[in-house]
């Protein structure tokens, strides 16, 4: 398989490293500070395509693909991971609904999130390690014309800002997880309620809080998918999603880089830069050669995955392996910077906390190793 972009993939990718440079780069720091969201950015991140980037023309998307998607991703998350990462959870969304959605939710929904009119995000998590599984489970209990919901639902990126989620609950509250319906939830039902903002540690201005759901009443038709199909289609959307994880990461980790390798060059120790010192070009050398492998890795699976080939086992095996390197791309780099690096004027301590959320959050542990296990063991 050839790994070489497109020019069209390639032209995506500057555009929207370019729209990083003059629009987030500025204001990067003091979003990690304030924590306060950027709607004004959301809505010209919307003008210039980036919120729809591989959802289908027919319903407003720019349709330029998956592999696409992913290099815009990483060009974002080099100046904020943190604006990269709600566009990451509403396109995901708006996969979810246009890869399961019938004609008339697709019709009622794709438009606006194409347009950013509204945003999208998941609410699969609860508070155990698994979705469907936690003391407080969201229940979904049939009625004669719909369904109502009760429970909560926990770290939900985008909370507050999003027109709609994607939820699942339980048919079933004895199932242990297994009778899970995915639902459309529009965010001004009545009874649902957006918690307090959790602040987080890194990717700060992606919205995280809890959903409550006090007797919210659905239609019928805000079923996605099929009824207790929610497992499989759990699955399939946090493999997607675990690719645009790899996106933000490889981001940050490049980040890093070029901040290590350019300070590197001006500090002078010793009557001479501190870049001439073996051990910063190893520790440099090895930052480089962790983000190139991972973002081969990530376009051979972005590439499965545009193809309609399977990719499951290719994204697990890239999320195994960031999860393993991408904190020691910063650990590399940080040492690299010394003392300077560890300090908050410096961006190295907010790109550490952003990737310890992208490597760490969304997929339980446990997910990639029991992928690729599964998939040698056949």
């Known amino acids: 398989?050839?790994?070489?972009?497109?020019?069209?993939?390639?032209?995506?990718?500057?555009?929207?490293?370019?729209?990083?440079?003059?629009?987030?780069?500025?204001?990067?720091?003091?979003?990690?500070?304030?924590?306060?969201?950027?709607?004004?950015?959301?809505?010209?991140?919307?003008?210039?395509?980036?919120?729809?980037?591989?959802?289908?023309?027919?319903?407003?998307?720019?349709?330029?693909?998956?592999?696409?998607?992913?290099?815009?991703?990483?060009?974002?998350?080099?100046?904020?991971?943190?604006?990269?990462?709600?566009?990451?959870?509403?396109?995901?969304?708006?996969?979810?609904?246009?890869?399961?959605?019938?004609?008339?939710?697709?019709?009622?929904?794709?438009?606006?999130?194409?347009?950013?009119?509204?945003?999208?995000?998941?609410?699969?998590?609860?508070?155990?390690?698994?979705?469907?599984?936690?003391?407080?489970?969201?229940?979904?209990?049939?009625?004669?014309?719909?369904?109502?919901?009760?429970?909560?639902?926990?770290?939900?990126?985008?909370?507050?800002?999003?027109?709609?989620?994607?939820?699942?609950?339980?048919?079933?509250?004895?199932?242990?997880?297994?009778?899970?319906?995915?639902?459309?939830?529009?965010?001004?039902?009545?009874?649902?309620?957006?918690?307090?903002?959790?602040?987080?540690?890194?990717?700060?201005?992606?919205?995280?809080?809890?959903?409550?759901?006090?007797?919210?009443?659905?239609a019928e038709s805000a079923v996605l998918g099929s009824l207790d199909a929610g497992t499989k289609l759990a699955a399939e959307t946090l493999a997607v999603y675990s690719l645009g994880e790899a996106a933000l990461t490889v981001g940050i980790g490049q980040a890093a880089l070029e901040h290590a390798a350019a300070y590197s060059k001006t500090r002078v120790q010793f009557g001479r830069p501190i870049s001439a010192l073996h051990a910063i070009q190893t520790m440099l050398a090895e930052t480089a050669t962790d983000t190139h492998v991972a973002r081969i890795a990530l376009r051979d699976a972005a590439q499965l995955f545009e193809e309609g080939k399977p990719f499951a086992v290719e994204a697990a095996m890239v999320k195994q392996f960031l999860a393993r390197f991408g904190s020691k791309m910063l650990l590399d780099t940080c040492q690299v910077e010394g003392g300077f690096g560890y300090s908050e004027f410096m961006p190295l301590p907010r790109l550490f906390r952003d990737i310890a959320g992208t490597t760490l959050l969304e997929a339980p542990a446990e997910f990639p190793d029991k992928t690729i296990a599964a998939a040698l063991l056949a």
């Open 1 to 218: 398989m050839s790994y070489a972009l497109t020019e069209e993939q390639l032209l995506i990718g500057q555009s929207a490293r370019d729209f990083a440079k003059e629009c987030l780069d500025p204001i990067a720091a003091e979003l990690d500070h304030s924590a306060v969201y950027p709607a004004e950015m959301v809505k010209k991140l919307a003008k210039y395509d980036l919120l729809s980037l591989f959802l289908a023309g027919e319903y407003g998307g720019a349709e330029a693909g998956f592999v696409a998607f992913v290099e815009a991703l990483e060009a974002l998350a080099r100046s904020s991971a943190a604006v990269a990462n709600i566009v990451l959870n509403h396109s995901i969304a708006a996969w979810a609904i246009e890869h399961w959605g019938s004609p008339e939710q697709k019709q009622k929904y794709l438009g606006d999130l194409a347009t950013g009119e509204k945003l999208g995000a998941l609410a699969f998590y609860e508070n155990g390690p698994l979705p469907g599984v936690g003391s407080d489970a969201l229940v979904a209990k049939k009625q004669e014309e719909g369904w109502v919901l009760n429970g909560v639902k926990a770290y939900v990126r985008n909370a507050g800002v999003a027109g709609v989620y994607v939820v699942l609950a339980t048919t079933d509250p004895e199932s242990q997880g297994k009778a899970l319906t995915a639902f459309l939830v529009d965010a001004a039902a009545t009874g649902l309620k957006v918690g307090e903002a959790k602040e987080t540690m890194g990717l700060r201005g992606c919205p995280v809080a809890e959903l409550s759901f006090e007797n919210v009443i659905l």
